[in-house]
């Protein structure tokens, strides 16, 4: 399903588009807890959650490690989002969820956010 609902995005933005239609963001779980609950039962403030943002203007939002880092990506072979930073490159599979430039031990997921952050 999640496959055919790229595909669809991918198709929805035209042939000439290198960015997805919509703004699109993504989270995983920060290495040091096992789980969310462990994470917000720490009272910590510090976020839980490592997140990637895509945007349909082109701009990319990503916050490791509670400094957000911002850039611009485009689209390769239509599942692959490419993302230039200041100080990196990442490449980030949009069908597998993946990258290599960003390893971890917890997945990433596809969120709905309740704001996207895609002023450049």
């Known amino acids: 399903m999640r496959a055919f ?10 042939c ?7 703004d699109t963001a993504y989270r995983r779980l920060i290495d040091a807890f096992d ?3 462990q994470c917000l039962a720490e009272g910590n403030l510090a ?3 490592q997140t990637l943002t895509l945007c349909s203007n082109g701009h990319v939002r990503m916050d490791l490690e509670a400094r957000p880092k911002d850039g611009e990506y485009n689209l390769a072979d239509s599942s692959v989002a490419i ?17 290599t430039q960003l390893p971890g031990r917890h ?3 596809q969120v709905t956010a309740i704001v996207y952050d895609c002023e450049p």
């Open 47 to 49: 976020p839980c959650y």
């Open 83 to 99: 993302a230039r930073f200041i100080d990196m490159r990442v490449e980030f599979d949009l069908e597998t969820l993946q990258s």
């Open 107 to 109: 997945p990433w997921e």
């Open 5 to 14: 609902l790229l595909a669809a995005t991918v198709l929805a933005s035209g």
């Open 35 to 37: 789980s969310e609950a």
């Open 16 to 22: 000439m588009d290198d960015t997805l239609a919509e």
